[in-house]
T-cell receptor, first 112, second 116 residues
Framework: AQSVTQLGSHVSVSEGALVLLRCNYSSSVPPYLFWYVQYPNQGLQLLLKYTSAATLVKGINGFEAEFKKSETSFHLTKPSAHMSDAAEYFCAVSEPNNDMRFGAGTRLTVKP | DGGITQSPKYLFRKEGQNVTLSCEQNLNHDAMYWYRQDPGQGLRLIYYSQIVNDFQKGDIAEGYSVSREKKESFPLTVTSAQKNPTAFYLC???????????????FGDGTRLSIL
């Protein structure tokens, strides 16, 4: 079975600083990986997805993620944080038998 | 605009009462899902449906029921057997029903259920 682990339930950065949100997965098959963002009292919005076409994936709002098979990681980054990036972020993996599994989420706080 | 509509946005349940959460999509997607979200626990799958008139239990189906009589609709009933129903409920859909897929799930804006 596949699973997703997000390291750090809370991450705090200053405005303009690098954002790094960590995601590791376990997989017995080539994974399909996704990052979603959730603003308060809203649903999840897709940021980006990895489908094996390229290891560096660019998404919306300036985010990108790099798939590293050797490290079983799919970390999300953004060079410069904005106040509007404050939200909860979820990593997810598509599973052969159970559709999609989500990590527990990482809440990003951006300090002025 | 195409999307997923969940209603109501806020819902209150009395003891012993069943309540139904609505989920409608106009994306012509085959698969639909219900998740429960509690603080710090991510999303947990309640039920999913890959085709009309068929659905499967997820990880936490006890105390919940669903129906899929139309492709665009997937209502969730929270029964009185669900003793701790207070949570944020999210409905999602995906274009095809193949479990292992590069296609993402699309989400509604959720319903927040509370106990009176």
């Amino acid at each position: 079975a596949q699973s997703v682990t997000q390291l750090g339930s809370h991450v705090s950065v200053s405005e303009g600083a690098l954002v790094l949100l960590r995601c590791n997965y376990s997989s017995s098959v080539p994974p399909y990986l996704f990052w979603y963002v959730q603003y308060p009292n809203q649903g999840l919005q897709l940021l980006l997805k990895y489908t094996s076409a390229a290891t560096l994936v660019k998404g919306i709002n300036g985010f990108e993620a790099e798939f590293k098979k050797s490290e079983t990681s799919f970390h999300l980054t953004k060079p410069s944080a904005h106040m509007s990036d404050a939200a909860e972020y979820f990593c997810a993996v598509s599973e052969p038998n159970n559709d999609m599994r989500f990590g527990a989420g990482t809440r990003l706080t951006v300090k002025p | 605009d195409g999307g997923i509509t969940q209603s109501p946005k806020y819902l209150f349940r009395k003891e012993g009462q069943n309540v139904t959460l609505s989920c409608e999509q106009n994306l012509n997607h085959d698969a639909m899902y219900w998740y429960r979200q509690d603080p710090g626990q991510g999303l947990r799958l309640i039920y999913y449906s890959q085709i009309v008139n068929d659905f499967q239990k997820g990880d936490i189906a006890e105390g919940y029921s669903v129906s899929r009589e139309k492709k665009e609709s997937f209502p969730l009933t929270v029964t009185s057997a669900q003793k701790n129903p207070t949570a944020f409920y999210l409905c999602a859909s995906r274009q095809d029903a193949t479990p292992y897929s590069a296609q993402p799930q699309h989400f509604g804006d959720g319903t927040r259920l509370s106990i009176l």
